[in-house]
């Protein structure tokens, strides 16, 4: 991620079932559509203010669009992401040939998924330097 942090924070969807984790606490935002849609526990409420800017907001609501049940996690300097998809995208199926050209597109539209990620994010966007 672009930012230093020390906090592990979790952003799963409002109606998922987070266990307790100790040190952490719920995080309220100031937008109510990300609050409909996200709850965050974090250990840190100054950290995860800093990671989560009112754009950054927006942008995990807009990405919840296209990945629904979208799930994060803040955690060693990293955002690890789970973008849930009715697919396997990790076993072929043993009926198709992984050289037909249906399996490549889908492997290609998976590819560009995971980009427009990096891109709605702005995760390539190095605003602060991490020297």
Do not use: C
């Not at 266990?19 to 409420?45: G, K, L, M, W, Y």
């Not at 290609?108 to 190095?126: A, F, K, P, W």
Request: no cysteine; glycine share 0%.
């Amino acid at each position: 991620f672009h930012k230093h942090f020390h906090s592990a924070t979790r952003i799963a969807p409002r109606t998922a079932k987070l266990p307790p984790i100790r040190h952490e606490t719920p995080a309220i935002f100031e937008n109510p559509e990300f609050e409909s849609v996200f709850q965050v526990r974090t250990t840190d409420q100054v950290d995860i203010r800093y990671l989560l800017s009112t754009r950054m907001l927006e942008r995990f609501v807009e990405l919840n669009r296209s990945f629904p049940g979208l799930r994060a996690r803040f955690a060693d300097e990293r955002l690890m992401l789970m973008l849930p998809s009715p697919r396997d995208r990790f076993e072929p199926s043993v009926l198709v040939s992984v050289r037909s050209r249906h399996s490549i597109e889908a492997f290609v539209r998976d590819v560009r998924e995971i980009l427009s990620v990096v891109d709605e994010l702005q995760l390539n966007t190095r605003i602060w330097s991490k020297t």
